[in-house]
């Protein structure tokens, strides 16, 4: 055995609805899409033809051995006009939950991960006053729909990069480039969290489990001064920090508010996580108020840097902080062409298992190739491989080596032989 997985440490993978469903034109994507906006001029209307193809992937799954899944549902398909359900839409997702429990995986449900229905996009999304009942009232019927089936729920993905990329940096719809328009989003997602944080328990209580779980998804980076010698670029490096994911990542967990976001109506002190869910990706070289990245460093196809130590460094923190559980809730790499994966799972892996932490789950980013937002069909994060012509799946090496990790419980020596090896990292 090259090493063991840590004890007690559930392994799966992770998508959202947007990126792998395909078939719905009613969300803020695919107009963004229809509009030229996505880099390839590919569209979350394809993507991985998911919806039609559910049993045949969750199939794909269990023979993977993966234990746990963290996955979607499309907002803009349940409601698809305000206060308006779709009933097959729901039937839908339960099929699918009570598809992978027949199958052995455990679901996380994920009800907002970017997306947003048209007519939620188009009365100003988080940044209306609104919106925190607007979330509220979806919640309610998710936990109506799917409550009896889900146990654990994260109520919103990544709310910073939301934020930033759609409102502060204009770089997804609707394109904005306004801190008040931040500041609204991160103050309106920290109360729609922190509400359906509550009623989930609240009704599932009533419903007769005690085995509730809800956090949100945080996009947590390592930061650090381009030169530590540099005062300037520490104090830029704290402040991105700050501005970045600090203070949401506070104001989510504890209902704790300070600039930039501001205190809603229903957001009182307290706690509003039952688990730590870190997505984690990279390391940022600051020294301005926009990303860099280290110059002689592994880096993926998307020239991010690859610093396995930074998830558990992370965890660490966290886990001090405000304790309980780690879920890593999403890690993983862009590598178009297979040739490095396998070095990377292996390493975080390794790392996981190896140094000290709190970390109990990892949900691999992502199951298969998908539609990477603005960057879309061309950037590869998948274990399984998708031929977007034929939608035929193939499960890369990388995937081979997962599924015999979960399998073995780690790494053998003949894994390590057949995927790793020869796998390497580019600078
Ligand atoms: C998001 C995913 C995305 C991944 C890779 C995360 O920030 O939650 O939707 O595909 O990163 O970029």
Redesign the pocket.
Known sequence: MRFKLKEGLLLGSAT?AT?IEGGDENNNWARFAAEGKVKDGSSPVTASGHYTRVREDIDLMAEMGLEVYRFGIEWSRIEPRRGEYDAEAIEHYREEIEYMTEKGIKPLLTIH??TNPLWFEDMGAFENDDSPEIFLSFTKKVVEAFGDIVSEYITI??PN?YATNSLLWGYWPPEKKSMGALVNAFSNMTAAHVLSYNYIHEKRREMGYDDTRVSF?N?LRVFEPKNPKNPFHRIASSLSEYLFQGAITEAMMTGKCAFPVLRRKGVKKGKYHDFIGI?Y?SRSSVSGLSDGVREDCYKND?GWEIYHEGLIELANKLGKKYGGEVYVT?N?T?DNTDSFRARFVYDQLKMISEAENPITRYYH??FMD?F??K?GER?R?GLVHVDYATQKRTVKESGRLYSSIIKNGGVTDEAYEEFVKNSHYKK
């Open positions: 959202a990126q991960h970017f993905n990544e990069v998804a996009h997505n990706y998307l999403e993983g862009c980013w992502s998908n990477e937002w960057e950037e994060f």
